[in-house]
T-cell receptor
Framework: NAGVTQTPKFQVLKTGQSMTLQCAQD?????MSWYRQDPGMGLRLIHY???????DQGEVPNGYNVSRSTTEDFPLRLLSAAPSQTSVYFCASRMTPGETQYFGPGTRLLVL | AQSVTQLDSHVSVSEGTPVLLRCNYS??????LFWYVQHPNKGLQLLLK??????LVKGINGFEAEFKKSETSFHLTKPSAHMSDAAEYFC?????????????FGDGTTLTVKP
């Protein structure tokens, strides 16, 4: 098992550009989530999904879109990048709500 | 609704002395509780979890935590700190049967271990 994979590892964007952060898992987990990590603030939930075709907003959803067409993939789209979106982004998956989340290695995003 | 408060943003201990990282939680439902560790520029690794079984939970690397419902606490302890324990620690609450898919992270505690 590869677990949870994320691409790219690092990305530099200019303000206003769009991009998609990729996340995939091979554990057949129903629940997937996207977090951002900023210094001193822990991880904050952006969007999450409880299964293919079902997504919902977390704490900080503005400026981000998600979709879940398959169980394996959960891409995060930045519609128009802003410097405030400079952060480290983590994708996670788990089988059920109360179970352990498995995290990807993260994507470091810098918006200039 | 659920929330997590990590009571100390920084904890400094000497190598070989005990570690205590404090976490209080709030949840409308029976929660699952987790501690994760993050070493510098690394991903998150699960230390231990509580999911309504035994209230004293043992994890990896000698860490353990005790779930105290009356105090809504889930403090992380280790009898003897090692230099390799220096890292960021996160307490996490997740609804077990409700609030599906949502986990709430504390702001983290930075553990420094002095030689």
């Amino acid at each position: 098992n590869a677990g949870v994979t994320q691409t790219p590892k690092f990305q530099v964007l200019k303000t206003g550009q769009s991009m998609t952060l990729q996340c995939a898992q091979d554990m057949n987990h129903e629940y997937m989530s996207w977090y951002r990590q900023d210094p001193g603030m822990g991880l904050r939930l952006i969007h999450y999904s409880v299964g293919a075709g079902i997504t919902d907003q977390g704490e900080v959803p503005n400026g981000y879109n998600v979709s879940r067409s398959t169980t394996e993939d959960f891409p995060l789209r930045l519609l128009s990048a802003a410097p405030s979106q400079t952060s480290v982004y983590f994708c996670a998956s788990r089988m059920t709500p109360g179970e352990t989340q498995y995290f990807g290695p993260g994507t470091r995003l810098l918006v200039l | 609704a659920q929330s997590v408060t990590q009571l100390d943003s920084h904890v400094s201990v000497s190598e070989g002395t005990p570690v205590l990282l404090r976490c209080n939680y709030s949840s409308s439902y029976s929660p699952s509780l987790f501690w994760y560790v993050q070493h510098p520029n690394k991903g998150l690794q699960l230390l231990l979890k509580y999911t309504s079984a035994a209230t004293l939970v043992k994890g990896i690397n000698g860490f353990e935590a005790e779930f105290k419902k009356s105090e809504t606490s889930f403090h992380l302890t280790k009898p003897s700190a090692h230099m390799s324990d220096a890292a960021e620690y996160f307490c996490v609450v997740s609804g077990y049967n409700t609030n599906a898919g949502k986990s709430t992270f504390g702001d983290g505690t930075t553990l420094t271990v002095k030689p």
